[in-house]
Structure formats: C-alpha cells, structure tokens
C-alpha cells in the first residue's frame, strides 16, 4: 500500500526526462524500421524484380519449371498465359505467374547428366 502513496511523487520527478524518453523511443523505432527495410523489405522487393524480369523475358524455346514443378518447354507465349510442351503430344497452358524459373543451358545439361548417370546405376 505505500508503494501506490509514493507513485505521484516518483512521476513528478521524472517530469522533465519525459521528452526526453519520448525521443530515445522514437529513434529506437526508427533504427528498427531502418533494420527491417534493409533485411527484408528491400531484397523482397529486388527479388520481385528480377522474377518479373525473367517471366516478360520468356520466349518460344526456353526450357522452364513451373511452382507445381512440371518442367516443359515453352511452346508459344500469349499475353498472361503459356503454352508449355510436356511432352511430344501434350501441352499445357499455364498462367505467367506460375512459373518458377527458367532453366539454364549449364543447368540442362547437368540435369541431362544426372539422369543419364541415374539409368546406368
């Protein structure tokens, strides 16, 4: 019970240092702010980028896995969509916005080695 008699007079004297903390609260927020926007805003938004760059830059020809993982070869490109070729007879249409990445010529062929490594096992 003296502890809540003594709580008026302890606010008093901390009166002045108030601004005081109110600024060291607002600089720590924004060094918090500052540390989120470079960790995770900046390099999501970077990353962003670059998938919307490769996805416009997708032509006839290019190899491709979606975000289901079925890998094909794009067959004919529409203005949101993909024609992709699974395999001789069967294609597929696809949303832009499926695809997950597009497979590199270095990356064919390590994947062709790996398979052919895999059969003779």
Partial sequence: MDMFMNAPVVLQAQGGNGTMQMVSTLVTFGLVFVVFYFLIIRPQNKKQKEMQ????????????VTIGGVHGTVHSVKEGTVVIKVDDDCKIEFSKSAI???????????????????EKK
């Fill in 53 to 64: 760059k490769m996805i416009e830059a997708v032509k006839k020809g290019d190899k491709i």
């Fill in 100 to 118: 997950a990445s597009v497979v590199a010529k270095g990356e064919e062929k390590a994947e062709i080695a790996d398979k052919s490594a895999e």
